[in-house]
């Protein structure tokens, strides 16, 4: 157990040892990184692109025609150098075509040539997506690649400007970043996604499509890069002899320890052996039978208490010989000491009135205030109470 510790300790020494002592062996792992901060690796990125929408009749419309302006913006971090997540949202107008007038989207009831009238309209499209960084997948692992292919998979839905039209979409995409400083990178995205086949508001069975081809940029915020997991194993080096001289020394501590442990339980069993003189009992004082709790600076008696009270004057009417002591209280952490006498009267007063009010004799019971503390650990807030004592 005494050699697991101690290579134990020396293993922890690796993280901090210079690499290049000459004592130490290193072994890096392919693919294997050091698990960076949360904050680490974040990227925003955001860019323009042409849209192509490929529903069910938009052929009818030339297809120069139905490229169409759109954006992107998009924020995520990278995972490992090959994994990553994103949120996203593209924004884009789209083109197409419709077979009859007054449909969806037709436009100023625009007549093609073919008979065809024409769609214009604009849609947002948030997503989520997981992004693969292809060359760090198979490939070595490197910060300033010049080029690297990512492809990219998510889930989300579009729907039109007005938020009147809606549907499911899988989007889809290749893309081509090349950095051009540690921070930037420029991108040749290459984009497509399956839409529910009502979006454009046409009937159908398969489905619509998007196509785009964009540019964008992606700024990396700090930390920028992964480091690489490299176990040292340490053969014999000054810090490692101190480590073993500070386990030594905790080591004995311990034995040190467990000897006193043993005499003290020693010590334990003789003093049960031993007779014990006969302490003479005290009498403890009486427990009040109520005690009814108060906010700071009020003396008003809440719902709950009134009916603890009630079951109380009870069997204070059942019982006329006895007599009940009723003491306020206050605590000593706020107000003067002027404030705090007559706020304890007040306290007093009120509970007596009210068991006068619920039919006890008054001459049963007796007023009385103190300014010590009530509660024996110090719980300031618990002195604000009024006491019922049976005497």
């Given at each position: 157990m005494k050699k697991i510790v101690f290579f134990s300790l020396l293993a922890l020494l690796s993280f901090d040892i210079n690499a290049q002592n000459a004592s130490e062996d290193s072994i890096t792992t392919k693919n294997s990184f050091?698990?960076?901060r949360f904050k680490s690796n974040?990227?925003?990125n955001f860019g323009a692109n042409a849209n192509v929408y490929l529903g069910?009749?938009?052929?009818?419309?030339?297809?120069?025609?139905r490229i169409a302006p759109g954006f992107t913006i998009s924020a995520g971090k990278w995972v490992t150098p090959w994994l990553g997540v994103q949120l996203g949202l593209d924004g884009?107008?789209?083109?197409?075509?419709?077979?009859?007038?007054?449909?969806?989207?037709?436009?100023?009831?625009?007549?093609l040539s073919n008979g065809y009238y024409k769609q214009k309209w604009f849609s947002f499209m948030p997503h989520a997506d997981l992004m693969v960084n292809m060359a760090n997948l198979f490939g070595k692992y490197k910060e300033n690649r010049v080029y690297n292919p990512i492809i990219t998979g998510g889930a989300?839905?579009?729907?039109d400007s007005k938020g009147g039209n809606y549907s499911q979409a899988v989007q889809f995409a290749f893309i081509n970043k090349f950095r051009v400083s540690k921070a930037w990178d420029i991108n040749l995205d290459i984009k497509g996604a399956w839409i529910g086949n009502d979006f454009d508001a046409e009937g159908g069975s398969r489905g619509d499509?998007?196509?785009?081809?964009?540019?964008?940029?992606?700024?990396r915020f700090k930390t920028r890069k992964f480091v690489p997991y490299q176990p040292k194993y340490i053969k014999d080096t000054k810090a490692a002899n101190e480590w073993k001289a500070k386990y030594d020394a905790a080591n004995n501590k311990a034995g040190r320890l467990q000897a006193e442990n043993n005499d003290l339980k020693e010590a334990l069993k003789n003093a049960k052996n031993t007779e014990t003189p006969v302490k003479e009992v005290v009498k403890e004082p009486v427990k009040p039978q109520l005690i009814i709790y108060y906010t700071a600076d009020s003396y008003s008696i809440k719902d709950?208490?009134?009916i603890l009270l009630k079951?109380?004057?009870k069997e204070m009417k059942k019982n006329t010989d006895s007599k009940y002591e009723i003491c306020g209280y206050t605590d000593s952490k706020t107000g003067t000491p002027e404030y705090n006498s007559a706020l304890r009267e007040k306290r007093a007063n009120n509970v007596i009135n009210t068991l006068i009010r619920l039919g006890v004799d008054k001459d049963q019971l007796v007023k009385k205030t103190s300014d010590q503390t009530l509660n024996q650990f110090g719980a300031y807030a618990l002195d604000r109470a009024v006491t019922i004592t049976k005497i």
């Open positions: 050091v698990v960076t974040w990227f925003l069910q009749n938009d052929s009818k419309l030339d297809f120069g025609k884009m107008q789209l083109k197409g075509a419709a077979p009859a007038m007054g449909m969806t989207y037709v436009k100023n009831d625009e007549l989300g839905f579009i729907a499509g998007l196509f785009s081809v964009g540019l964008s940029a992606t700024y709950k208490d009134m079951a109380l004057a």
